[in-house]
Each structure stands twice: as C-alpha cells, then as structure tokens.
Nanobody, 120 residues
Framework: VQLQASGGGLVQPGGSLRLSCAAS????????MEWYRQAPGKERTLVAN???????VYADSVKGRFIISRDYNKNAVYLEMNSLKPEGTAVYYC???????????????WGLGTLVTVSS
C-alpha cells in the first residue's frame, strides 16, 4: 500500500491550500485517515483525522480553519486549509489505517509528506 500526498506549496498568511492524499495498492478497507504535520525542529503532531463513518477530530490550533474530508471510492483524504498562519509551515503527512485483505489486521501506512510554507 502506498500513500501519495500532494498540494503543498508556498502561500501567503491568510491564504488557503488544499492537500490531497490517495492510497493505492492492495486495499480491502480503510478505517481512519489522518493528517499530521512536522515543523522544523519539532515533533510530528496530529492535525486532523476522519474515521470510517465520517467522524472528524481536529487539533485545537486548526479548529474552524481546516476541514478534513475523504472520498471512499478513491481511497483518498483531503485537507482544506484556510486562514493559514506562518506557524502552519511544516511538512504535512497523511496516514491511513488499512486492512489489505479480510484475513489480516489493520496496519498503518504513511505518505512521504508535502511541504507547506506560509510566508509573505
């Protein structure tokens, strides 16, 4: 299973970006899908996640500004980021909890990350 993230780039403070992440390979079912970020010199932290049933959780720092969504047919997860702040500069990683066949347990997979730079 591979996760491919895209959509990062340079954006001015107050601007918006939409990140995408698609899972491919042997996939029977995907449970939770998540976005994490890692700023320079800091630990990787959870930004948002979305469960199989659509329930969402957000970090306090992004509530009201970011929206996570998923496309079940495409095995994809998206992160719409609005009102971006300079402290949002980080590499953003997607994560998915994947069941490859009906016979195996769920396993976590990570994408390589996409860089978001918020700067004027």
């Amino acid at each position: 299973v591979q996760l491919q993230a895209s959509g990062g780039g340079l954006v001015q403070p107050g601007g918006s970006l939409r990140l995408s992440c698609a899972a491919s390979g042997s996939i029977y079912r995907i449970d939770r899908m998540e976005w994490y970020r890692q700023a320079p010199g800091k630990e990787r932290t959870l930004v948002a996640n979305i469960a199989d049933g659509g329930t969402t959780v957000y970090a306090d720092s992004v509530k009201g500004r970011f929206i996570i969504s998923r496309d079940y047919n495409k095995n994809a997860v998206y992160l719409e980021m609005n009102s971006l702040k300079p402290e949002g500069t980080a590499v953003y990683y997607c994560n998915a909890n994947v069941k490859e066949t009906v016979w195996v347990a769920y396993r976590q997979y990570w994408g390589l990350g996409t860089l978001v730079t918020v700067s004027s």
